[in-house]
């Protein structure tokens, strides 16, 4: 079978880096908002038990492999506070109104 086209196929427009940037921004907005206040010493609880967060992960690539998920834009690892063997895992569970923070993070020295 042969297909022939009658017209050339457009070229994608470009974007400029205003729109990129902006999308980006959007992005961002979206991963915050998914994170929630889960900052690094954050204690939050769910039906799922108590956890502290260790480490906020953004770099996409890292969240991939932590979380064995192509689409992961970010990760967290937590600890288990209700264990005393606990080891820390990546979790990337958005937060939801079924979470509650029980310490706020750790605020940054500068």
């Known amino acids: ?3 022939s086209m009658t017209h050339a196929i457009p070229r994608p427009a470009a974007v ?3 729109d990129e940037r902006s999308i980006l921004q959007g992005l961002e907005r979206v991963i915050d908002t998914q994170i929630g206040p889960r ?3 954050a ?3 769910n039906v799922d038990g108590a ?3 260790i480490a906020v992960v953004r770099d996409h690539d890292l969240a991939k492999g932590l979380l064995k998920r192509r689409c992961a834009q970010w990760a967290l690892i937590v600890k288990d506070v209700l264990r005393v063997d606990a080891e820390p895992f990546p979790v990337g569970s958005v937060w939801t109104t079924n979470d ?3 310490r706020d993070a750790l605020t940054e020295v500068r």
Request: proline share 0%.
């Open 43 to 45: 204690i939050y609880e």
């Open 1 to 3: 079978m042969t297909v």
């Open 51 to 53: 956890f502290e967060v």
């Open 100 to 102: 509650v923070l029980v």
């Open 16 to 18: 400029d880096s205003v």
């Open 39 to 41: 900052g690094v010493g």
